[in-house]
């Protein structure tokens, strides 16, 4: 699909060359020269060159070879996507305990047990151990030592690098969780982006880990998650964080590194988490934390501050009534002042 292409169907204005094609778009901050972004936020209009830029305004400091000046960003973005949105083709089921794709590679080493699916384009390095029930789908890259247990559903164009384990039961590339509204209801916005597992990780079972909309959901290098954690599209987790059970991180949320996370920790989309910070169990993040401390609560704060909080309250009993005591006592004299 070409400038001229898109702009029809969005009855958009364009401005550059019409014949450049539409690329799979990447975040702005990842922008080359050649690529396709969405630009709808004037924070990200910085200084840098661009294939096609789709805004609803016209950049002031990002120069690009054809801009296209929509009105309907939703509108803009869904048809976008569902262009680039990966198509299914039905395949015949051959009949036999373990289906492996004629296209699919197995480095030397690598094991592969009956009753799995692994489809074209996959790649299993040496050495990694794909269990029963496992189904791998396409253009997903296994690296060495990987280890996938029984129930594990890996979607297409996921990369899992070396040394990683992945536990019974987890989803790794289901869609975001991506709508916009509408009178008649909600509209899907397709997620065409992927995910990246770097070395060392280990996700426990049943956790669920969202593709992109676009670019890419990243979990760094020593991430261990707990089971039935949540890592929403567009999250990325820093090197070596640890978080534990129930605990559901919402989109585009960046981790730090080293960050620890108790049991059924919410946090809100689009903020980040400092190196080294520790969030404690059934704490609510609602907003970006620094690094290095330790917060805690619904919503959550500093630890000691709400500490300090903590001992009030407990106290509050004991003070409404001497404040009862006080204001009765102030009733009184001023009474007695009127009678004098």
């Known amino acids: 699909m070409k400038v001229k292409e898109l702009a029809e169907i969005l009855n958009a204005e364009f401005f550059g060359d019409s014949e450049i094609e539409i690329k799979k778009p990447v975040p702005p901050e990842e922008a080359g020269g050649d690529d396709t972004i969405f630009l709808f936020d004037p924070k990200f209009d910085k200084e840098g060159e661009t294939g096609v830029v789709i805004s609803t305004f016209k950049p002031q400091n990002l120069r690009s070879r054809a801009l296209i000046l929509v009105k309907e960003k939703d509108k803009a973005l869904v048809t976008v996507l569902k262009h680039f949105e990966r198509k299914r083709e039905p395949r015949k089921f051959p009949g036999i305990l373990t289906y492996l794709d004629t296209e699919a590679q197995l480095e030397e080493g690598a094991l592969v047990y009956p009753h799995t699916y692994i489809s074209r384009g996959v790649h299993i390095g040496k050495g990694s151990v794909i269990f029963p029930f496992v189904f791998i789908d396409e253009d997903v890259t296994i690296g060495r030592n990987v280890i996938i247990h029984p129930f594990v559903f890996v979607g297409y164009d996921v990369k899992i690098w070396d040394n990683v384990v992945i536990h019974s039961g987890s989803v790794i590339g289901a869609d975001g969780f991506g709508f916009y509204k509408t009178e008649k209801g909600y509209i899907k916005i397709p997620q065409i982006g992927n995910i990246e597992i770097e070395d060392d990780c280990e996700i426990g079972a049943n956790c669920t880990i969202d593709r ?19 890592v929403a599209h567009n999250v990325e987790l820093g090197e070596h964080t640890v978080i534990a059970a129930q605990t559901g991180i919402a989109g585009s949320t960046k981790v730090g590194k080293w960050v620890m996370m108790g049991g059924q920790v919410g946090v809100s989309d689009h903020i980040e988490v400092g190196d080294s910070a520790i969030i404690l169990a059934k704490s609510g993040v609602s907003k970006s934390v620094p690094p290095g401390g330790i ?28 404040v009862k005591i006080l204001e009765e006592k102030l009733g009184e004299a001023e009474n007695n002042t009127k009678k004098d």
Request: positive net charge; glycine residues 6%; charged residues 35%.
């Open 212 to 230: 992109a909309t676009i670019g890419t959901t990243r979990i760094r290098r020593g991430v261990k998650l707990d089971d039935q954690v949540h």
């Open 295 to 322: 917060f805690s609560g619904y919503f959550a704060r500093d630890r000691r501050k709400l500490l300090k909080i903590l001992a009030l309250q407990d106290k509050l009993p004991e003070l409404f009534k001497r």
